[in-house]
C-alpha cells in the first residue's frame, strides 16, 4: 500500500512496467501504470495476430534466459516450471507476480499515452504533463505526475533495411515480428534474412515443414547452447562472479576459450558461420536446434543478399537462388519514444545517452527513467527490477545521482566501451554484462551483496553466493528492499532447477548425484537437498504438502522450500522478518513446520 503522496505514471504494463509497479509500491509511491492493450505482459502475451508497433513473440517461443536468472528478485519462480520456459509459462509467472504482489488495481488498460512533457513548474517540482487517450471511449485526457517510468519495451518497431531488388519480389515478403506459425510455408522455399535469435528460431521452426529455408548473414555468427554442461542451462555456469570478472578484465582470453569449446560441438568454420569477430562482440545467440538443421540439410548457410530477382535473390559471394516463395526480415528492431519531448531525449540510429541506459542527465529534476532500454548478456527482468528500485529511490529523493559531469563521464565511458568490444551494428547500442550492470546499479540503490559481511558472518554461505551463479535473490540479501527470502531462495534455487527434470527415478546402483527424490504413495517428492543447509524439503505428497502455493493449469505448483505464506511479500513488508544492519534471515524446515531463522 503506498504510503507517501507521490504519484508515478508508469508507460506499459510488461515485464518491466509491472516490476515498475511493485517497486514504487515498496517504496510508498502511488503507482498509475497505463497500458494501452487490454493485456498485460508485454511481448510475452502471445496474439495469433500481429499488430502495427506491438512487439510480440512466436507461438512456439521459448525464452534464452533459464528461470532462476530471469526471475524477479523476490519472487522465484515454481520449481516445476521448466528451466525454459515456454511463452505461455513466462506469461503465467508474471501474472503470478502480479496477483501476489496485488499489483492488478494500478493498471488502466487501453490508456495509449500519447504525450510527455515538463510541466511548467518542472524546474521547481519535477512533475510532468502527461497526456492520454482512452482508446475505449476515444476521450483524452491529461494530468500531472511527480514522475514516470517508461516501460514501452524495444521490440516493436520493425527495422526494413533497403535491399536492392526487393520491391520486385512477387512472393511473400514480411517482417520477424509478423511471424506466428510455420502453416502455409509447407514445402516451400524461404529466405531468412539476418542471424539474431528471431532468425535463429525462424529458421529452425520453418525447416521443418518447408522444403528448403535459407539463412542468409551478413557476418556470420557464434551459436549458444542453452543446455551447456552437464545439461545445466548455460547461464547457471556463466553468470558467475568469477566468470564475469574474466570476462571483464580477461575476455581475449576467455573469448578463445570460449570460441574453442563452443567449436568442439560442432566447428563454425565447418558450419560457415564464423564471423570475423570474435565470440564476445556479438549479442549472443542462442539456438540448439540450429547445427541439426543445418546437418540434416534442412537449413543451408548463405551470404549476404546482393540483391533480389522477381523470384530470387543474388549473394555477395557471387552465388543464386531462385524459386523463392517468401522472404523473411529478421533484421531487428528501431527503438525511440515518439511521445517523449525530444528535448528530454532523443534517439538516434538506435543511440541515446542515458546515464545507466534510464535518467537523462540534463533535466533539473530527475524524476523520470526508462527502464528496460538495454541488451543485457543475461536477462531483462532481474535488471529491469534494479532499475526500478534505483528510479524510485531517486524520484522519491532517498539516492541521490552524482553530479551532472559525472554522469555524462558514466555515459561516454559505456559508449566507448561498447564501441571497443562490439562489432559495430544498430544491434549494438545498449549492450549490458548483467553482473556489472546489475552492480553497478545495486551500489547506487546501496543493495550490493556485502562480501565482507557475509564471509565473516556464514562463510559456506559466503562462498555459494560468491562462487555460485548470480541469482537476482542475490541483491536482496542486505540494503533497501532486502528480502527475508533471499537466503533461502538462494540456498534452494538448484531444488528447483531439478525439480523439472527428475521425474523419473534411476536404479538405485547409479548412484544419481543429481537425485535427491524418492518416490512416494502419491508422487514424487524431494527428499533433503544436500545443497542446502537448512536441510529444506519439496514434498508433493499428499498429508505433507506443506508448501503448495498456487494452481497452474488445475495442478498444485511447490516452490521449492520458499515458503509463499511464511515469507511475506506484500509490498513494503520487505523487512519485516530481517534484522537492521544488514542482517538477513534463513529459514529452516522442522517437519511441516517452516520457522524463521536468523542467521546472525
Ligand atoms: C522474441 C523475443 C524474445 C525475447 N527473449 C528474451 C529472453 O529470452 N530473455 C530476456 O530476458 N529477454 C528477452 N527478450 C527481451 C524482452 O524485451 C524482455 O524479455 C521483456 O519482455 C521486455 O519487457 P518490456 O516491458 O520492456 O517491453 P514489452 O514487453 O514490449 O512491453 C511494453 C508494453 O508497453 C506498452 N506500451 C507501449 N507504448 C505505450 C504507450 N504509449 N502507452 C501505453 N502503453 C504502451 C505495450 O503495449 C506493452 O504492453 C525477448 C524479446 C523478444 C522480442
Ligand atoms: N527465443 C528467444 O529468447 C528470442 C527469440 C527471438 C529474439 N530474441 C531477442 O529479441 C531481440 C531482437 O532479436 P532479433 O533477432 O529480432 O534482432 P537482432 O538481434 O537485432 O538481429 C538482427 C539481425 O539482422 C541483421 N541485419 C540487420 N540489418 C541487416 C542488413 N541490412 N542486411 C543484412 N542483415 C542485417 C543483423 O546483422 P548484424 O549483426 O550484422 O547487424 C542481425 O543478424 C534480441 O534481444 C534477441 O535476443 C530472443
Known sequence: MASSSLRVAIVGAGACGLTAIKCCLDEGITPVCFERTDHKGGLWHYTDQPFEGQACVMKSTVINTSKEMMCYSDYPIPAHFPNYMHNSQVLEYFHQYVEHFNLEQHIQYLIEVTSIKRADSFAKTGQWEICYRNHSTGKVSSELFDGVLICTGHHAEKYVPEFPGLKNFQGKVLHAHDYRVPTGYEDKK??????????????????????????????????????????????????????????????????????????????????????????????????????????????????????????????????????????????????????????????????????????????????????????????VMPIAEMQCRLATRVIKGTTKLPAWGEMWNDIRRREAEMAQRYVASRRHTIQVDYMVFMDELAQLVGCYPDFFCLFKRDPVFAMKVFFGPIYPYTYRLCGPGQWSGAREAILTAWDRVKTPLQTRPLPAAFNNKFSHLHQCNNGWSHDTCTESPSNSSINNCSGNRDRSVDSHNGSKITVASIDHSSISRSSNNHDSRSNSNNSYSGFKNHGNLVQVQSCI
Open 190 to 379: 524461404v529466405l531468412i534474412i539476418g542471424m539474431g535469435n528471431s532468425g535463429g528460431d525462424c529458421a529452425v521452426e520453418l525447416s521443418r515443414v518447408a522444403k528448403q529455408v535459407l539463412l542468409s548473414t551478413r557476418q556470420g555468427s557464434w551459436v549458444w547452447n542453452r543446455v551447456s554442461d552437464n545439461g545445466l542451462p548455460v547461464d547457471l555456469l556463466g553468470l558467475r562472479r568469477p566468470f564475469q570478472y574474466l570476462l571483464k578484465y580477461f575476455s581475449g582470453l576467455l573469448g578463445k576459450l570460449s570460441e574453442y569449446k563452443i567449436n568442439r560441438r560442432f566447428n563454425h568454420d565447418l558450419y560457415s558461420l564464423r564471423p570475423a569477430y570474435g565470440i564476445w562482440a556479438q549479442h549472443p545467440m542462442v539456438n540448439d536446434d540450429l547445427p541439426n538443421r543445418i546437418i540434416s540439410g534442412s537449413v543451408r548457410i548463405k551470404d549476404n543478399v546482393k540483391c533480389f530477382t522477381t523470384d530470387g535473390a543474388e549473394f555477395v559471394d557471387g552465388t543464386r537462388e531462385n524459386d523463392i516463395d517468401a522472404i523473411i526480415l529478421a533484421t531487428g528492431y528501431t527503438f525511440g519514444f515518439p511521445f517523449l519531448d525530444k528535448k528530454v531525449l532523443e534517439v538516434k540510429e538506435n543511440r541515446m545517452e542515458l546515464y545507466k541506459l534510464m535518467f537523462p542527465p540534463d533535466l533539473e529534476k530527475q524524476t523520470l527513467a526508462v527502464i528496460g532500454c538495454f541488451q543485457p548478456l543475461g536477462a
